[in-house]
């Protein structure tokens, strides 16, 4: 079963930025598309970046701002976030793309607020 570990979540004021990063087990890393989602509170989750096939994208409301990348050889996937606002505030997961695998990590908590 694929293990998925989120880290680099914070506490930021608007418009500073976090790096998160999530790595991967398992020998299959590199077949798959990876996605980045997030929780809000009282929200469904949603998805707010892939990356599938050397192709990214973006939902609309982190277009421009948030940039997603991947190491194959680190099996790890990550989410720069620049100009954070406090709408980003969510726990953040990543999952592979687009089927999810059933388990998911314990995600990372971000929250943009001054």
């Known amino acids: 079963q694929v293990q998925l570990v989120e880290s680099g979540g914070g506490l930021v004021q608007p418009g500073g930025s976090l790096r998160l990063s999530c790595a991967a087990s398992g020998s299959t890393f590199s077949l798959y598309g990876m996605g980045w989602y997030r929780q809000a509170p009282g929200k469904q989750r949603e998805l707010v970046a892939s990356i599938s096939g050397g192709r990214t994208n973006y939902a609309d409301s982190v277009k421009g701002r948030f940039s997603i990348s991947r190491d194959n050889a680190k099996n790890t996937v990550y989410l720069q976030m620049n100009s954070l606002k406090p709408e980003d505030t969510a726990v953040y997961y990543c999952?592979?793309?687009?089927?999810?695998?059933?388990?998911w990590g314990q995600g990372t908590q971000v929250t943009v607020s001054s």
């Open positions: 999952n592979r793309f687009p089927i999810s695998y059933s388990n």
